[in-house]
């Protein structure tokens, strides 16, 4: 089993929290990470050979996250909304929310909103520190 | 004109935020760490509040350039998150 760094940590906290602003109000980001952990260590959840730890630890707390919602049967559109708020403030970030949630490529993205390559990447960059800064926050949820 | 189901379209979004996430550098993961006043380096930092990893090993540095190199310190974005769609 490979194990993960401290700077890892801190990109699964980002990601569980990303997950968890989706949750039932009495599930936190931490119980999804944890419940991703526990899931790899009881054998319930086997990595698959090639995929590297964090994007498999990635892929189980969206597995897990993908339960709660059936569970709890939240409208994904409703969801899209929360996520388009968090970016509320870019429209650049906005638009590429749009043509991610459509599977268009970078290029199709760019083609159609006017945006050259260095604004894209410009844009993913600024996405990649909020999404962070959101991660890292000590609130809660 | 393609209909797309609400859950798909947000399940792509989501795995698309992920991966940034998982391929975001340890000095920008670091930068954002300072600019909320945070010092991952320090033992008991506030960036590790409500984590607890039983898959991180001892001592295992938040950067490369802090005591011995951690395996997946310094790995390649490529590295980290593996093929696309994986």
Do not use: M
């Given at each position: 089993m490979h194990l993960v760094s401290e700077t890892d940590l801190l990109r699964l906290k980002a990601i569980a929290r990303l997950h968890a602003?989706?949750?039932?109000?009495?599930?936190t980001w931490s119980d999804l990470l944890q419940e991703a952990f526990a899931r790899v260590l009881d054998g319930s959840r086997n990595a698959l050979p090639g995929v590297p730890l964090l994007a498999f630890l990635g892929g189980v707390m969206r597995s897990i996250k993908a339960e709660y919602w059936r569970r709890a049967r939240r409208e994904a559109l409703q969801e899209l909304a929360v996520i388009y708020h968090l970016f509320a403030d870019d429209p650049q970030a906005c638009h590429i929310i749009a043509g991610l949630a459509e599977e268009r490529s970078p290029e199709e993205i760019c083609e159609s909103c006017g945006m050259s390559k260095t604004d894209y990447d410009s844009t993913r960059r600024r996405m990649r520190r909020l999404l962070l800064r959101e991660g890292l926050r000590t609130r809660q949820k | 004109m393609k209909t797309r189901r609400p859950e798909d379209s947000l399940e792509q979004v989501l795995a698309a935020l992920e991966r940034e996430l998982i391929d975001t550098t340890d000095e920008e993961v670091l930068a954002v760490a300072a600019e909320l006043g945070m010092n991952p380096s320090m033992k008991g930092s506030a960036a590790f509040l409500g984590v607890k990893s039983p898959l991180i090993s001892a001592g295992?540095?938040?950067?490369?350039?802090?005591g011995e190199p951690h395996p997946?310190?310094?790995?390649?974005r490529r590295e980290r998150s593996g093929p696309r769609g994986s």
């Open positions: 602003r989706l949750l039932p109000a009495d599930v | 295992a540095p938040a950067t490369s350039s802090s997946s310190v310094g790995l390649s």
